[in-house]
């Protein structure tokens, strides 16, 4: 035979009205005790919980990254006063007026320029990864409630 019609003779017939095979059986009615239900509630709330407790992890994350931001930019608007080898220095915060001491990881990094690349890299990561979260924490507290409503 033609290669098309091979390749429908291998095929598994369709269910339709005329086809060779008995239909399939339906399905056996699930359990609905009051028992169950309360489970599956149970089940879900609890899922709930858990994505809840990750996405408040992401939203600790967002708060670093304002953090990460703003040490790089006090060190980039310092760098004129840095010399090789140091491993702290004081400055001006203009924005809260008050002093802040800012210290360097001299093992890891070759230069505060470089540590405060690092540091801007790693801030938008994060702000990348934790645009929507105050959202999503909205949504999942709605099902929360919803579920509980319902148990």
Request: hydrophobic share 40%.
């Amino acid at each position: 035979p033609a290669p098309w019609k091979t390749f429908l003779l291998r095929r598994e017939p369709q269910c339709h009205e005329g086809c060779p095979r008995p239909p399939p059986a339906p399905a056996a009615p699930a359990s609905a005790s009051p028992d169950s239900l309360v489970s599956v509630l149970d089940n879900a709330l609890e899922k709930e919980a858990t994505k809840r407790a990750s996405l408040e992890r992401e939203a600790a994350k967002a708060e670093r990254a304002e953090r990460l931001g703003k040490w790089a930019e006090l060190v980039v608007a310092n760098l004129y006063r840095l010399q090789d080898g140091m491993t702290s220095l004081s400055v001006d915060d203009y924005e809260s007026g008050k002093k802040v001491t800012l210290k360097f990881n001299t093992v890891k990094y070759k230069s505060p320029r470089e540590e405060a690349e690092a540091a801007f890299a790693l801030a938008r990561r994060l702000r990348r990864g934790s645009k929507a979260v105050a959202a999503l924490i909205a949504e999942s507290d709605d099902r929360s409630r919803a579920l509980i409503e319902l148990r």
